[in-house]
């Protein structure tokens, strides 16, 4: 059978800029964090710019944009201001994403098939302009299928929901919903899109989910930032990246 593809890992270095604006300073220096994450392995960089500004700033997108050596991924509403912010910036791929005011985190997926008409003018322009577009959206049939027919290449997995489960102890529902990501990742492989999944994730579960086949890219922020409060945030890159090599290993033992 073909080698199973190399896992990417996105770095989310979002909550660093949350920190910082705590004080209201400059320190710690989320672009400082991008370059760390880097030099420990990491294959990418995410940062949502938020509509309130609440972690990530317009000046760390352009930093960032400036002076990571791998990709920036630059998760985003589809709102006209945000749309004109990333064509600016022209990072290396937009995601996205939800956004409500009031949430402490994305609660959910984007509803591509509710919001077709208006996001497939955004997406062809993102297109036009060379930058690659991921819809951050549930492993839903629907979306999946809609998310096809609006020309975005990529997808990207919400898995909270499967990672909520599995943290309140609730075996069923994490089936439930493990199987729901197992069958949307085969979907949406076999509908020509690139499939990457995050939200939630943490060493176990990026283990799990590195042997689906389909899964090409994971993005992971919160946790990370959190296990690197105690052992670096170097460290946390090298151990993350260790449970997905050993996730990727078990697809390679039954290939």
Known sequence: MTKPLPLRLGVNIDHVATLRNARGGRRPDPVRAALAAIEAGADGITAHLREDRR???DEDMVRLKAEISKPLNFEMAATPDMVE??????????????ERR????????LDVAGQHNALAPVIARFNDAGVRVSLFIAADVRQ???AAK??????ELHTGAWCDAIEDGDTAKAAS???????GAALAKSAGLEVHAGHGL??????????LPEIMELNIGYYMIGE?????????????RAAMVRGRGLLTASA
């Open 55 to 57: 972690h990530i700033r």
């Open 85 to 98: 912010i990333a064509l600016a910036t022209r990072p290396h791929a937009v995601c996205l994403v939800p």
């Open 102 to 109: 009031e949430e402490l985190t994305t609660e959910g997926g």
């Open 144 to 146: 999946i299928e809609i």
């Open 150 to 155: 609006l020309r975005a290449p990529v997808i």
């Open 177 to 183: 919903e493990w199987q729901r990501i197992v069958k």
């Open 202 to 211: 943490d060493y176990a579960t990026a283990e799990t989910i590195a042997a």
């Open 228 to 240: 690197a409060l105690f052992v670096g945030l170097g460290e946390t890159v090298r151990a993350m």
